[in-house]
């Protein structure tokens, strides 16, 4: 991706998002791809990159562990195998099986159905191989902790076994030396030690010509000698000859390894690359964490569609200084590419320029970006960018004269894949005379189809946005009321500079405002004050554009609510019908059952008993209890449905219900614990016990037109 001017990444501030990168990075390789990292304009790579640190994202989500935690620089190492007769120590050798051994734990991660749900991932080992002859190779000369082993060669395996005879002769003369001359008390608090690779004793100084031997040194006191005895100097000699014989043999034994494991050269770098890469794509995936990034949707074609769009800087910023950030929702396409952004001064215009800017770039390195996944991006071949204050003093170029130059450069270089930031459009001039060179400027670039965002104060670039093709209005939101900017880009309209308000609201003289306000041509301070009022009324409408769809939201959940609950009734008035019903059928069918077994009974009777008549009479009763028992059930259910129990008194005149076969009369008289009921016509001697006080239920209201 070409960029201009060469300032740019650090206009945008794409080197402390690469730092940050590096700082997640744990390989020397990863840390090197960070700081390296390149701007392409091939979709395919981008896709690639962007999936690769996307997966690494979801896997960590998901607490997948992915075994690349091997971290160790080993270039020197593999640098050395390509070096002819070079020898590997034991602990480089080791760290190389350590490399192997990482490289076939990641093969094993990348299983049948893992290499489909990591497909991009997949792809960093897919044209290498685990080869296990080289952690082989490695196991036949060293042990677990990179010493060489015994049975490397019989050679080894012979001089090992004399030089431990050896030594264990040496210690049981050296022994006898040792219990002799406590007894004599020779010996120092040191007893014993080790000088030049021979084994010597340390005995007082004054003793030191009592004992035959070799001195081969004395404390820094002069106190003490130490003194190779007599006796262990040939052992001694043995075990340094034998010893030197080990280390030849070892570095054979190294060398050989060294020579065979550098045919494995390319497959072992190939391996350090890879752990490498993956160390860098998890760096990517973990900076993603840290910004909420996201994978958005990648176009083959020039536009820009962010949803939800953060600074990656001033979102870790504030977040960790317990501070909002307010996203950015921004669509350029091929019929509206360029944005003219307008508001007053440290409204949020030149961050939201930076933070198109900074997220073209980091998506275009293959890093994910602070947006919201269905958010759209498009690949760009070039970007430019003009921000701040640009004088040469190199070339004596003035602040207007160096911007001039640079819109130069962008009006001849720019195209359809072009994506440009321009901060405060034509300042450093007459305002007038800047404001011409500006809608020029802005035509310029919009008949070459470039995309862009401006930023600016002049009123005619505000005016002329809506009128020629492809160029929109935009303003950064401001809360007249408290003087404090809202950081909100609204897109479609311009914005008022709010010079006059804010002079107002800082108590600034009336009589100056007033004496200004008439310096100013009666036009242009009418359009701003329409701005301004425009602007007003818009934050009004969206204030109760947002009360409105909270009301909604809350209808909507009341009315799912009633629909659970209407529904939820509705089943129990369900489940009570059945349950009622199964109940009736229950209790017929434990009718029936009983009937079938007293009728058996009967026929038994029938046959024993002489009294056929007796019998007769018992199946009589029997059949038509049931219709008596339904008769009783319907005359109660009548004299529900008309009365009601109530509580009180039994007086004379009042109605009473009969408990036992529920008649309902009129007392007429009481006597003792008893009463005369009237049912009908006919009194009745009844027990009080027995009645219960009812009155008439209330006729029910009829709907009128019914």
């Given at each position: 991706?070409?960029?201009?001017?060469?300032?740019?990444?650090?206009?945008?501030?794409?080197?402390?998002?690469?730092?940050?990168?590096?700082?997640?990075?744990?390989?020397?390789?990863?840390?090197?791809?960070?700081?390296?990292?390149?701007?392409?304009?091939?979709?395919?790579?981008?896709?690639t990159?962007?999936?690769?640190?996307?997966?690494?994202k979801?896997?960590?989500?998901?607490?997948?562990?992915?075994?690349?935690?091997?971290?160790?620089?080993?270039?020197?190492?593999?640098?050395?195998?390509?070096?002819?007769?070079?020898?590997?120590?034991?602990?480089?050798?080791?760290?190389?099986?350590?490399?192997?051994?990482?490289?076939?734990?990641?093969?094993?991660?990348?299983?049948?159905?893992?290499?489909?749900?990591?497909?991009?991932?997949?792809?960093?080992?897919?044209e290498?191989?685990?080869?296990?002859?080289?952690?082989?190779?490695?196991?036949?000369v060293?042990?677990?902790l990179?010493?060489?082993?015994?049975n490397?060669?019989?050679?080894?395996?012979?001089?090992?076994?004399?030089?431990?005879?050896?030594?264990?002769?040496?210690?049981?003369?050296?022994?006898?030396?040792?219990q002799?001359?406590?007894?004599?008390?020779?010996?120092?608090?040191?007893?014993?030690?080790?000088?030049?690779?021979r084994?010597?004793?340390?005995?007082?100084?004054?003793?030191?010509?009592?004992?035959?031997?070799?001195?081969?040194?004395?404390?820094?006191?002069?106190?003490?000698?130490?003194?190779?005895?007599?006796?262990?100097?040939?052992l001694?000699?043995?075990?340094?000859?034998?010893?030197?014989?080990?280390?030849?043999?070892?570095?054979?034994?190294?060398?050989?390894?060294?020579a065979?494991?550098?045919?494995?050269?390319?497959?072992l770098n190939?391996?350090?690359?890879?752990l490498?890469?993956?160390?860098?794509?998890?760096?990517?995936?973990?900076?993603?964490?840290?910004?909420?990034?996201?994978?958005?949707?990648?176009l083959?074609?020039?536009?820009?569609?962010?949803?939800?769009?953060?600074?990656?800087?001033?979102?870790?910023?504030?977040?960790?200084?317990?501070?909002?950030?307010?996203?950015?929702?921004i669509?350029?396409?091929?019929?509206?590419?360029?944005?003219?952004?307008?508001g007053?001064?440290?409204?949020?215009?030149?961050?939201?320029?930076?933070?198109?800017?900074l997220i073209?770039?980091?998506?275009?390195?293959?890093l994910?970006?602070?947006v919201?996944?269905?958010?759209?991006?498009?690949?760009?071949?070039?970007?430019?960018?003009?921000?701040?204050?640009?004088?040469?003093?190199?070339?004596?170029?003035?602040?207007?004269?160096?911007?001039?130059?640079?819109?130069?450069?962008f009006?001849?270089?720019?195209?359809?894949?072009?994506?440009?930031?321009?901060?405060?459009?034509?300042?450093?001039?007459?305002?007038?005379?800047?404001?011409?060179?500006?809608?020029?400027?802005?035509?310029?670039?919009?008949?070459?189809?470039?995309?862009?965002?401006?930023?600016?104060?002049?009123?005619?670039?505000?005016?002329?946005?809506?009128?020629?093709?492809?160029?929109?209005?935009?303003?950064?939101?401001?809360?007249?009321?408290?003087?404090?900017?809202?950081?909100?880009?609204?897109?479609?309209?311009?914005?008022?500079?709010?010079?006059?308000?804010?002079?107002?609201?800082?108590?600034?003289?009336?009589?100056?405002?007033?004496?200004?306000k008439?310096?100013?041509?009666e036009?242009?301070?009418?359009?701003?004050?329409?701005?301004n009022k425009?602007?007003?009324?818009?934050?009004?409408?969206?204030?109760?554009?947002?009360?409105?769809?909270?009301?909604?939201?809350?209808?909507?959940?009341?009315k799912?609510?009633?629909?659970?609950?209407?529904?939820?009734e509705?089943?129990?008035?369900?489940?009570?019908?059945?349950?009622?019903?199964?109940?009736?059928?229950?209790?017929?069918?434990?009718?029936?059952?009983d009937m079938?077994?007293?009728?058996?009974?009967?026929?038994?009777?029938?046959?024993?008993?002489?009294?056929?008549e007796?019998?007769?009479?018992?199946?009589?009763?029997?059949?038509?209890?049931?219709?008596?028992?339904?008769?009783?059930?319907?005359?109660?259910?009548?004299?529900?449905?008309?009365?009601?129990?109530?509580?009180?008194?039994?007086?004379?005149?009042?109605?009473?219900?009969?408990?036992?076969?529920?008649?309902?009369?009129k007392?007429?008289?009481?006597?003792?614990?008893?009463?005369?009921?009237?049912?009908g016509?006919?009194?009745?001697?009844?027990?009080?016990?027995?009645?219960?006080?009812?009155?008439?239920?209330?006729?029910?209201?009829?709907?009128?037109?019914k």
């Amino acid at each position: 991706m070409k960029y201009f001017p060469e300032s740019a990444l650090m206009q945008l501030e794409f080197d402390k998002v690469q730092a940050l990168l590096q700082e997640h990075c744990k390989t020397e390789l990863g840390k090197e791809m960070a700081a390296d990292l390149r701007l392409h304009t091939h979709i395919d790579y981008v896709k690639t990159a962007l999936q690769q640190a996307h997966e690494y994202k979801q896997l960590t989500l998901l607490q997948e562990n992915f075994p690349n935690d091997f971290i160790l620089n080993l270039k020197k190492e593999l640098r050395l195998l390509s070096i002819e007769g070079a020898v590997l120590t034991g602990e480089q050798a080791m760290l190389l099986r350590k490399l192997a051994e990482s490289m076939h734990s990641i093969v094993r991660f990348f299983d049948h159905d893992r290499r489909t749900q990591y497909s991009s991932l997949y792809e960093v080992i897919k044209e290498t191989h685990y080869e296990k002859k080289i952690t082989a190779t490695i196991d036949e000369v060293l042990d677990e902790l990179g010493q060489v082993r015994d049975n490397a060669s019989p050679e080894l395996a012979r001089i090992r076994i004399s030089l431990f005879r050896k030594r264990t002769e040496l210690r049981r003369v050296f022994d006898r030396i040792l219990q002799k001359l406590q007894k004599l008390n020779y010996l120092a608090d040191q007893e014993e030690a080790f000088l030049n690779g021979r084994r010597v004793v340390a005995i007082y100084a004054e003793n030191k010509r009592m004992v035959k031997g070799l001195i081969h040194g004395e404390s820094d006191t002069r106190k003490t000698s130490f003194l190779e005895p007599e006796e262990t100097i040939e052992l001694n000699n043995d075990i340094q000859s034998l010893e030197r014989e080990e280390g030849r043999e070892v570095y054979r034994i190294l060398k050989a390894m060294t020579a065979a494991l550098s045919g494995y050269s390319f497959l072992l770098n190939g391996y350090h690359e890879i752990l490498g890469t993956f160390d860098f794509i998890r760096g990517k995936a973990k900076l993603a964490l840290d910004m909420d990034a996201n994978y958005p949707m990648l176009l083959p074609h020039a536009q820009l569609n962010l949803i939800q769009a953060y600074h990656p800087l001033l979102l870790l910023y504030n977040r960790k200084n317990n501070k909002p950030t307010i996203p950015v929702n921004i669509n350029l396409d091929k019929d509206a590419h360029i944005l003219v952004i307008s508001g007053p001064n440290a409204g949020g215009k030149t961050v939201t320029l930076k933070t198109i800017g900074l997220i073209q770039l980091m998506l275009q390195s293959g890093l994910l970006v602070p947006v919201h996944p269905s958010s759209q991006l498009g690949i760009f071949k070039q970007l430019m960018i003009h921000i701040g204050d640009t004088q040469s003093l190199e070339f004596e170029l003035s602040t207007y004269s160096s911007h001039l130059k640079n819109m130069k450069h962008f009006m001849e270089s720019a195209n359809g894949r072009t994506l440009f930031f321009i901060d405060e459009l034509g300042s450093g001039s007459d305002p007038n005379l800047g404001g011409a060179f500006a809608e020029v400027i802005m035509e310029e670039l919009a008949k070459k189809h470039a995309f862009g965002v401006v930023t600016t104060h002049y009123l005619n670039l505000k005016v002329m946005a809506n009128k020629v093709k492809g160029i929109i209005n935009g303003a950064m939101g401001f809360d007249e009321q408290t003087l404090m900017p809202m950081y909100k880009l609204m897109v479609g309209k311009p914005g008022s500079s709010y010079t006059f308000s804010i002079a107002e609201r800082i108590g600034l003289n009336p009589a100056l405002i007033a004496r200004a306000k008439k310096l100013v041509d009666e036009g242009h301070f009418q359009l701003d004050k329409l701005l301004n009022k425009a602007e007003q009324d818009l934050q009004k409408v969206e204030h109760k554009e947002k009360e409105l769809q909270k009301l909604l939201k809350e209808n909507e959940r009341l009315k799912k609510e009633y629909e659970i609950l209407a529904d939820k009734e509705r089943k129990q008035q369900q489940y009570t019908l059945l349950k009622l019903q199964n109940q009736i059928k229950e209790d017929d069918l434990q009718y029936l059952k009983d009937m079938e077994r007293k009728l058996k009974q009967i026929v038994i009777e029938w046959k024993r008993a002489d009294d056929k008549e007796k019998v007769m009479k018992q199946a009589e009763i029997l059949l038509f209890r049931r219709r008596e028992k339904q008769h009783s059930e319907q005359l109660n259910k009548k004299v529900q449905d008309k009365f009601e129990e109530i509580k009180g008194q039994i007086e004379v005149g009042t109605q009473v219900k009969i408990v036992t076969n529920r008649q309902v009369g009129k007392v007429l008289e009481i006597r003792d614990k008893r009463a005369i009921v009237k049912i009908g016509n006919i009194p009745i001697n009844v027990k009080l016990s027995d009645l219960v006080l009812v009155q008439e239920k209330p006729a029910e209201k009829v709907d009128e037109g019914k």
